[in-house]
């Protein structure tokens, strides 16, 4: 409800442009609709409040934001990790397939990649990946890691039926499926 666009297509923009590609974004909105929720985190918000909400709420969540995004400075080095045909630069936050293509990463995108790829072949529960991700314990149908998940699949191409990066188990959690190599460069 901006006056001259809407949300998602400033969120849009904002991710196509890769100087302004890791300022988080937090989207703020009277509409609570479970749909517009999905399209603005896919667009590549990090988070989605709807109003009404406690500016209580809304600092704790802006606070959650810039620990992750701290924390992801904080790495030193020319880290890379690379994992399946993909190297995630740890430093710049830039994700590049092997054919060349780079993937442009939200802060939400990169959290929760760095989780699987911190933890590789495990199984992570819903709890711990929105505790990591999100700074925030979940609410029992709170569907914030499944679309996050599946917004991370789409980034990595994992999109085949099942996925065979990414692999959903069921009644535990989510695993990443690859092996993962510490080097420096590109």
């Given at each position: 409800?901006?006056?001259?666009?809407?949300?998602?297509?400033?969120c849009?923009?904002?991710?196509?442009?890769p100087?302004?590609?890791?300022?988080?974004?937090?989207?703020?909105?009277?509409?609570?609709?479970e749909a517009?929720?999905?399209?603005?985190l896919?667009?590549?918000?990090?988070?989605?409040?709807?109003?009404?909400?406690?500016?209580?709420e809304l600092?704790?969540?802006?606070?959650?934001l810039?620990?992750?995004?701290?924390?992801?400075?904080e790495r030193?080095?020319?880290e890379?990790?690379?994992?399946d045909?993909?190297?995630?630069?740890?430093v710049?936050?830039r994700l590049f397939?092997?054919d060349?293509?780079?993937?442009?990463l939200?802060?939400?995108?990169f959290?929760?990649?760095?989780?699987?790829?911190?933890?590789?072949?495990?199984?992570?529960?819903?709890d711990?990946?929105?505790?990591?991700?999100r700074?925030?314990?979940l609410m029992?149908?709170?569907?914030?890691?499944?679309m996050a998940?599946?917004?991370?699949?789409?980034?990595?191409r994992?999109?085949?039926?099942?996925?065979?990066?990414?692999?959903?188990?069921?009644?535990?959690?989510?695993?990443?499926?690859a092996n993962v190599?510490a080097?420096?460069?590109?």
């Amino acid at each position: 409800m901006l006056p001259d666009e809407d949300g998602f297509s400033l969120c849009r923009w904002v991710r196509q442009h890769p100087r302004q590609a890791q300022v988080p974004i937090i989207m703020l909105t009277a509409s609570s609709d479970e749909a517009d929720r999905v399209i603005g985190l896919e667009l590549g918000a990090d988070d989605y409040l709807g109003k009404p909400f406690s500016p209580r709420e809304l600092q704790a969540r802006i606070k959650a934001l810039l620990r992750r995004a701290q924390f992801g400075q904080e790495r030193s080095g020319s880290e890379v990790l690379a994992f399946d045909e993909w190297r995630l630069d740890m430093v710049s936050h830039r994700l590049f397939h092997n054919d060349g293509e780079e993937v442009i990463l939200s802060g939400a995108d990169f959290a929760l990649l760095k989780l699987f790829l911190d933890h590789p072949q495990e199984i992570l529960d819903r709890d711990t990946i929105g505790n990591a991700t999100r700074g925030r314990d979940l609410m029992p149908l709170d569907r914030i890691v499944d679309m996050a998940v599946s917004r991370l699949r789409q980034r990595l191409r994992d999109t085949e039926k099942p996925p065979r990066l990414i692999r959903t188990v069921r009644g535990s959690g989510y695993q990443l499926a690859a092996n993962v190599v510490a080097g420096n460069g590109h």
